[in-house]
T-cell receptor, first 110, second 115 residues
Framework: QKEVEQDPGPLSVPEGAIVSLNCTYSNSAFQYFMWYRQYSRKGPELLMYTYSSGNKEDGRFTAQVDKSSKYISLFIRDSQPSDSATYLCAASNSGYALNFGKGTSLLVTP | GAVVSQHPSRVICKSGTSVKIECRSLDFQATTMFWYRQFPKQSLMLMATSNEGSKATYEQGVEKDKFLINHASLTLSTLTVTSAHPEDSSFYIC???????????FGSGTQLSVL
């Protein structure tokens, strides 16, 4: 079993919709949680970085971590076609080498 | 955010040749850099962890003699794919860990095609 599980999608939503992306993890020692956005054939771009449980908001993006259920989420409000990309969740117990999910492919249609 | 420069972005080479990929942290010092490979529609797979001034730590199943990693300075790490074969064709990505806040920033990746 991979330490971080993520539904690969694809997920298709209309422009303006609220997008919910989710991952589960198995290692209770994980303390650092990240979301990356990756456009095709590009390196991942750090979107959100959280430590331990709780919510973090940055513009249209909200990251949520529930350590009791080992569940991490990314919400995108007012989604735009430019948000179309693959979103990777990642977790780590040290901030060092990350354990990545497979990535969820998101398509926001105009 | 911090910038990590990786090049070349794309390289095509003949089987048996060696290819060097560079990863530079442009505006911060990176004591630790990581190298990943990514196959189509797959997640990033960590290959090795590179610490400045010391030998790289390779993940299980990654041949250290084939994938040579050098981290000679706080801003530069290189990955050399030696005697490349078609099965080495993949997307290689580096990342650098910012010492201050421990965040990881990624290079833009290198698409390697071995003919």
């Amino acid at each position: 079993q991979k330490e971080v599980e993520q539904d690969p999608g694809p997920l298709s939503v209309p422009e303006g919709a609220i997008v919910s992306l989710n991952c589960t993890y198995s290692n209770s020692a994980f303390q650092y949680f990240m979301w990356y956005r990756q456009y095709s054939r590009k390196g991942p771009e750090l979107l959100m970085y959280t430590y331990s449980s709780g919510n973090k908001e940055d513009g249209r993006f909200t990251a949520q971590v529930d350590k009791s259920s080992k569940y991490i989420s990314l919400f995108i409000r007012d989604s735009q076609p430019s948000d179309s990309a693959t979103y990777l969740c990642a977790a780590s117990n040290s901030g060092y080498a990350l354990n990545f999910g497979k990535g969820t492919s998101l398509l926001v249609t105009p | 955010g911090a910038v990590v420069s990786q090049h070349p972005s794309r390289v095509i080479c003949k089987s048996g040749t060696s290819v060097k990929i560079e990863c530079r942290s442009l505006d911060f010092q990176a004591t630790t850099m990581f190298w990943y490979r990514q196959f189509p529609k797959q997640s990033l797979m960590l290959m090795a962890t590179s610490n400045e001034g010391s030998k790289a730590t390779y993940e299980q199943g990654v041949e250290k003699d084939k994938f040579l990693i050098n981290h000679a300075s706080l801003t530069l790490s290189t990955l050399t794919v030696t005697s490349a074969h078609p099965e080495d064709s993949s997307f290689y990505i580096c990342s650098a860990r910012e010492a201050v806040n421990e965040k990881l920033f990624f290079g833009s990746g290198t698409q390697l095609s071995v003919l």
